[in-house]
């Protein structure tokens, strides 16, 4: 059974608008302002822009290709790949590594989805009405530290997004970005529009962004910027190439990865703008780390004309993009399991989603219970989870990737799939990924070591 038996995208446009879904998530709206304000913010963002160009686009293009041209699962598209190139079958590793770089983000992913899904209820019940700063920081700490409460948000999570996935593409995974995508973007950016003539403090915002201090500079500032690259793109665990399976032959790649990667980076940055100009208006702090956004944005919406309802909106896109996203994580594990017949789709579904649950109670509970619990020295399971999968194995998958389209891939392949692109650029996108992709990625990580 070929990944076309469980669906196909119905046009470019429809898996443009699911891989941005894919890659706008928490990743943008969440994680990127509170790790660029943990990182100083200017070196922090040119570092994370330079590493989307040259190494997330390259390797977004190359996943893509592997994908459609392999037309089933990540693991198996890998083995066909592999053995219609005369390569190692070994290079299947990227698909097994993948599944479990999976399983690791999907775990923790929805509880922090979760929270959002609770902040939607919170803000519709209008519980930050006229809120100060101290509050709305209370709030945030009452809830976190409330197991039952994480762990009932992380099961509605992850329980919407199985039953999407559970569906298949066509009636689950399109239905739902069609619905949601438009609805974020609009809301994005009247809330851009909205930070801009309000809170008074939107250049700040911006030139913390935008201007990098030299002194804030560190090695780890790159090497966060780069796990937030990949992180960001969905890129380096399968989930694009999953995607790319269910890609007609029709639509061209490179102009697909290069409008996702850009839609992801405006919306990281258009983030950033909403939430910098709030926690400056208000004397947060920016380097708050992971409830940045549910204690500047709950300010904000409580002292607004309307913003009950704008916050609500707001948390509701949120959990939107966050779905988008998930279902996205859980695929390449889920098509795994359901191909050549060995399970029913749902079947599949339910039980890489009970597993992911499972393992995500570990991150549940690393806000409370296990509070003072580290798996890795210095890091909760939570920060655990997060760092061995967006900084070791998504870029360490990138690595792969790129060196086996750049190596050992057969040209023929390469151009039947690339048939748009020119002579150039054909050129320029082989030699980044022989060198300059895996060399970047290598050069970051032994940078992190030495230091
Ligand atoms: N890119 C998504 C975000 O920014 C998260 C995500 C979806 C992801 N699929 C992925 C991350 C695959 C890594 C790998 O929120």
Redesign the pocket.
Known sequence: MTASSSGMWSSRLIFILAAAG???????IW?FPYVAGENGGGVFVLAYLLCICVIGLPIMIAEIVLGRAGKNSPIASMKIMARDSGANPAWQIIGWMGVV??FM?LSF?SVIAGWALAYFLKMIQGAFLGIDADSANRVFEDFISNPHRLVFWHTIFMAITIFITSRGVGQGLERAVKLLMPGLFLLLILLVIWAASSSGYFLKGISFLFSPKPEDFSGDSVFLAMGQA????????G?IMAYGAYLPKSAGIAGSALTIGVLDTLVALLSGMIIFPIVFANGLEPSAGPGLMFVSLPLAFGNMVAGQIFGALFFLLVSFA?VT??I??SEPAVAWLSEKGKFARSTSAYTIGFLAWLLGLGSAFSFNLMSGFTLLPEKSFFDSMDFLSNNVL?PFGGILISLFVGWRLKPEILLDQLPEISRFFLGLLIFSLRFIAPGAIFLVFAMSFLK
């Open positions: 894919s890659a706008v998530g928490l990743g943008n994680r770089a999976g983000i992913y990949f992180f960001t793109l969905s890129l380096g665990m989930a966050a996203s998930a996205s994580i998504l």
